[in-house]
């Protein structure tokens, strides 16, 4: 199933397919490991409900609803 | 950055991801005290110290942290420009055994520029409570340069990394650093650039990395474009990768992909995870300090604990050390007239000089001492990038960024270090809105005068009056967070539109913190380096006050005149005069704004001893104060114009005039607003 990040329940995990980003919002994500194939799983929500804290890579990094919803993945 | 070296010496730089106890090697290998703490972005300046090893001296830069060499922020500019172009004999890359394969991100990048290079694996002690085990020689293997285990802060490993820097830097070895591989027609084209720039460069430059770069259409390095021959070969290169439609986007994503699949490769092939959920224990932690239910609750209770410790902690021993202060004074006035001082002499050294020193340490190092330590508590335990992750909602809808919290709480210590530390903001926009706020929270000189303010004014003496203190303090701290909020919001409305941009905030582990070393090193660090600001500018405030209060001019004294001139319009705003001119004197530091009020209101009454706060209660309600005068002096103290060196860190970092400006007027302008509003109100419904 394809969704984008932000919709990827609490607790689950899935693969980034590809990123809608361009310019330097896409060279941030990708200097975090978010490349094709990567495998995010999504942790927790802050307590108003964005960012979100996701496990990418060994490090846990917060993003915000903003960006996730740019980035697809295959859960 | 300009180094100055002697020819021996061996230049080393520590480069590596934040947050990695980059810091921690710096101080073990120089024994400087760079100030370190569990959170992303802690290197704000570059810090430079000396250590010896086999009778040879090296020079050790500490570059900024940062997670590429793409220069996304000033910050990874910094550590670029110096790791590409600085004149070093080795770099030392430190990264996190916790978290290997996203630091082996920057490791990839680095041996593109250099072979130079030793990685300094630390935190191998916080790796194996994790069970996490990594196979140090393997790793070694696949890149292809020396590796070395260490835990810095038990001081593990150290020796054997100054072994490695040795034999590393005077080139006892050669080293063949693992390249990372691209896509076959991204090689062809680096092949084909590489040596015209080597030719330019008589390979002093590291050209594969430059070739990379270039074909990247990095702006940074356009310079390099203007010898034509590579400009030529360049735009050669450039065409073949567009006709196998390689396109720019193309080829950035095969470069990071590249670099990214390399390091997971290695990551796999030298860690082996025993437990599988390693960092349950941090999860589990998080669930509570982040959640929904519990989340900011905590932290705002959290806040309070500490400022309750503060305050109650430090009544005691700030009556005893004035008391002590005070009772030198009493022996000092018994000197001056032993040895028949004239009296204009025992006045600018005892009345004004040494008085005020009295009252700026009686008041100001017992909070500090205790404030200081407890928040390097939570620092090193890893708790404020949580901070941030809880607040960036409330910042992202300010339209500011969400580190601008990490960047506030530095500010509670002082604002300077706050403004600095703005530099973790990678766009330009978000980091100009957070120095220009970062003033909005009261920094360690200003909590003593509201701490000392509240409790006379506001608490009957009863078993809870520090319970009540902290609440109305937490209040007062909560007003300037909501009021950074409001005026962010305002700035990126107006002056600073635009909109957030991509925002990723690394959650480190938790760590234990060391309790020893914290307080140690925040008293004598943070405490004394504060308290020997506010000495030095204590001084020459207190023989100006004494002398303005006792120089007359026709009978009265400039001190009168001054606050004659200045009060029509302090009574306005709730004050007085004096007040008013106790804030701008205060310009230097602001830890003297109260020891100048009680100065000046000394030099025109004649009682002389105050050795608690309830007879500084009983002088100020002499001298006119209210509960409104309270109230406007905090208010004024939380939002007035930032201290001189704040205001001269911020025209450094911004290299601009109009906004040390606006960073003057706008909280100025606030502040009196709302002491003239409250005033007006207060007064239309005779509640003074």
């Known amino acids: 199933m394809l969704l984008s990040l932000n919709q990827l329940p609490i607790g689950e995990k899935a693969q980034v397919l590809l990123l809608a980003l361009d310019g330097t919002n896409r060279r941030r994500m990708l200097d975090l490991g978010l490349i ?17 804290a996701y496990f990418i890579r060994g490090t846990v990094i917060a993003l915000r609803k903003e960006d996730t919803q740019k980035i697809i993945v295959q859960y | 950055m300009s180094l100055e070296v002697m020819p021996k010496d061996k230049v080393i730089a520590l480069s590596g991801n934040p947050n990695v106890g980059k810091s921690t090697v710096f101080n073990s290998l120089t024994g400087l005290n760079q100030h370190t703490g569990n959170w992303p972005g802690k290197t704000v300046a570059n810090a430079k110290g000396n250590f010896s090893h086999n009778n040879k001296s090296f020079i050790l830069v500490d570059l900024p942290g940062t997670y590429s060499l793409l220069a996304n922020s000033v910050e990874e500019e910094v550590a670029r420009d110096f790791i590409c172009f600085g004149k070093h004999d080795a770099i030392v890359v430190v990264v996190d055994a916790t978290c290997l394969e996203r630091n082996l991100n920057l490791v990839m990048q680095i041996l593109e520029v250099t072979n130079r290079v030793i990685i300094c694996v630390n935190l191998l002690d916080e790796a194996k409570k994790k069970k996490i085990r990594i196979d140090l020689i393997k790793l070694q293997d696949l890149l292809g340069v020396p590796v070395v285990g260490t835990s810095a802060r038990s001081q593990k490993g150290l020796n054997h990394l100054l072994d490695k820097i040795y034999e590393v830097s005077y080139d006892f070895k050669q080293f063949h650093p693992c390249r990372v591989k691209y896509d076959d027609v991204i090689e062809q084209a680096i092949a084909m650039l590489e040596p015209v720039i080597d030719g330019v460069y008589d390979n002093k430059q590291p050209a594969r990395y430059l070739s990379i770069r270039l074909l990247d259409g990095d702006t940074s390095f356009s310079y390099i474009k203007e010898y034509s021959c590579i400009k030529n070969q360049l735009d050669k290169a450039t065409a073949l990768l567009r006709s ?13 992909s590249a670099i990214v699949i390399q390091a997971e490769k290695i990551y796999k092939s030298s860690v082996t995870l025993e437990n599988i959920s390693y960092n349950s224990f941090d999860r589990r932690l998080d669930k509570i300090l982040t959640s929904k239910l519990t989340g900011i609750p905590i932290m705002v209770l959290l806040l309070g604990v500490i400022f309750w410790i503060t305050i109650t902690g430090a009544n005691y021993p700030s009556e005893v050390l004035s008391a002590f202060l005070f009772w030198i004074e009493n022996k000092l006035l018994i000197f001056f007239d032993y040895i028949n001082a004239p009296l204009w002499l025992k006045g600018v050294t005892v009345s004004g000089m040494y008085r005020t020193l009295a009252w700026v340490v009686s008041v100001m190092l017992p909070p500090m001492a205790i404030f200081f330590p407890l928040f390097t508590l939570l620092e090193d335990f890893g708790y404020l990038p949580r901070i941030a992750f809880n607040m960036d909602n409330y910042f992202k809808s300010a339209s500011a960024h969400g580190k601008q919290s990490l960047t506030m709480c530095m500010g509670f210590g002082c604002n300077a270090c706050g403004v600095i530390g703005c530099r973790i903001i990678d766009s330009p926009r978000e980091r100009l809105i957070a120095i220009l706020t970062n003033n909005f929270v009261p920094c360690n000189g200003r909590f003593p005068l509201l701490i000392s303010v509240i409790t006379m004014f ?19 701290i909560l007003l300037s967070i909501i009021m950074t909020l409001i005026v962010s919001k305002l700035l990126s409305k107006t002056i600073l539109k635009g909109v957030p941009s991509t925002f990723a905030l690394e959650l480190p582990p938790y760590r234990c913190p060391q309790f020893g070393k914290v307080i140690i090193r925040s008293v004598f660090d943070r405490t004394l380096f504060v308290l020997k600001r506010a000495v030095i500018v204590a001084i020459p405030s207190g023989i100006i006050i004494w002398l303005m209060a006792n120089i007359k001019i026709l009978d009265i004294s400039i001190l009168k005149y001054c606050s004659d001139f200045l009060g029509p319009f302090a009574t306005l705003i ?7 001119m106790a804030f701008i004197l205060g310009f230097p530091a602001n830890e003297i704004v109260i020891p100048i009020v009680i100065m000046s209101y000394l030099c025109t009454g004649n009682i002389t001893e105050f050795d608690s706060l309830e007879k500084l209660k009983t002088l100020l309600i002499n001298n006119g104060w209210t509960w409104l005068t309270a109230i406007c002096t905090m208010i004024l103290s939380l939002f007035h114009f930032p201290c001189a060196t704040t205001c001269w860190t911020i025209k450094k970092e911004t290299g601009s005039l109009k906004w040390t400006l606006i960073s003057i007027f706008l909280p100025t302008a606030i502040g009196i607003i709302l002491c003239f509003a409250i005033t007006t109100i207060a007064r239309f419904f005779n509640m003074v």
Request: aromatic share 8%; with cysteine.
């Open chain 2, 458 to 476: 506001f608490v009957k003496i009863s078993p809870f009056r520090s319970v009540i203190s902290t609440l109305i303090l937490t209040g007062f």
């Open chain 2, 244 to 256: 196998h439609g390689i396109t720019s986007q193309i080829y950035k994503d095969k470069i990071a």
């Open chain 1, 36 to 52: 094709e194939g990567t495998c995010v799983e999504a942790l927790q929500k802050s307590p108003s409900g964005d960012p979100t």
């Open chain 2, 574 to 580: 709730g004050l007085d005069g004096i007040i008013l």
